[in-house]
């Protein structure tokens, strides 16, 4: 990733280095059509997230189009997704995903989520080495800022790259 951006991989790796694994259990639920959704509608604000899905259940929906689509299962295999975060350092060559979980009516479905966050100190801003000549598409932040748009998102009804992002 850091050489398709012509950064230094250091610079990549200083920059992400927080994190975290979250186990996630969804039990079958006879009202799931209707009533019950296993994880709201979301961008991750990180760099990467990886999951791995470990049963053939399906679950994983992302956004794309305006149009929700189920990512099946595949055995031994990650799903990698681009946050927040990675959208603006890479000045929007990286897109972040919009991404839901599904409750399935009949079966229990896990998966494992790891995920890679910029550390305390760092500001998330696009990076100059990928702007070069061109212009930044998002402000510069300190991470404490972008935890707090993150955190207020639902509030403002906007997500938190419109909200990074600078004026056309």
């Known amino acids: 990733m ?3 951006l012509g950064v230094n991989p250091d610079k990549l790796t200083q920059f992400y280095r ?3 694994v979250r186990i996630n259990y969804y039990p079958p639920c006879p009202d799931a059509h209707d009533k019950v959704i296993g994880v709201t509608p979301h961008a991750d604000a990180g760099g990467l997230t990886l999951l791995l899905q470990t049963s053939s ?3 994983l929906q992302i956004m794309r189009n305006g149009v929700w689509l189920r990512v099946n299962p595949l055995p031994d295999a990650f799903v990698v997704n681009i946050g927040d975060s990675l959208e603006v350092l890479t000045n929007g060559k990286y897109k972040s995903i919009m ?3 599904i409750i399935n009516a009949d079966k229990e479905r896990m998966s494992i989520a790891g ?5 305390f100190r760092e500001t998330i801003g696009p990076l100059a080495e990928v702007v070069g000549d061109g212009k930044p598409l ?3 932040v ?3 800022e972008f935890a707090k748009l993150f955190y207020s998102r639902k509030l ?6 419109d909200q990074l992002k600078l004026d056309a």
């Open 138 to 140: 998002y402000k510069t």
């Open 2 to 4: 850091a050489k398709n």
């Open 156 to 161: 403002s009804r906007k997500s938190l790259i």
């Open 99 to 101: 991404y839901r979980a």
């Open 142 to 144: 300190s991470l404490h």
């Open 115 to 119: 995920f890679l966050s910029p550390s």
């Open 57 to 59: 259940v399906a679950g």
């Open 18 to 20: 927080s994190q975290s």
